[in-house]
């Protein structure tokens, strides 16, 4: 079966950082494209970084500059590097993955499969 295991969150102050990791099995990593997606308070979930098989990356306008997406294709891991966190950040973050994300790479709607989330709080 295919799984996808979030760790890494937790409580930092703004301007802090984290490294949240995805542990996948169950699929053909390599040949998947991968995002990280999380939802504002009340809101519907929103694409924030996607690495696809071809290593192409992608950021929304919120986190660019800030975060950074990258993979161990041996360990098959998908990592997401944040630095310079903002209140604005705390979130539940996911971590998903489709053999072709056809509707957009930072759109929900375009993963089939999903963890269950880890939470991200970013507070003084």
């Known amino acids: 079966d295919v799984q996808l295991v979030e ?13 949240l ?7 053909k990593f390599v040949l998947y494209d991968l995002a990280w997606v999380r939802p504002a308070p009340g809101q519907a979930r ?3 970084a996607a690495l696809n098989l071809d290593r192409e ?9 800030r975060f950074t997406i990258s993979k161990d294709n ?17 979130a ?13 790479w930072l759109s929900p709607q ?3 499969y999903w963890g269950k989330g880890t939470q991200v709080t970013v507070s003084l």
Do not use: H, W
């Not at 990791?21 to 699929?27: A, D, K, L, R």
């Open 7 to 19: 760790s890494g969150g937790g409580l930092v102050q703004p301007g802090g950082a984290l490294r």
């Open 21 to 27: 990791s995805c542990e996948t099995s169950g699929f």
């Open 46 to 48: 929103e694409g924030i």
């Open 57 to 65: 990356i992608y950021y929304s306008d919120s986190v660019q500059g």
């Open 74 to 90: 041996q360990k098959k891991i998908v990592y997401l590097q944040m630095n310079n966190l903002k209140p604005d950040d705390t």
């Open 92 to 104: 539940l973050y996911y971590c998903a993955a489709d053999f072709q994300a056809t509707r957009g």
């Open 110 to 112: 375009s993963y089939e």
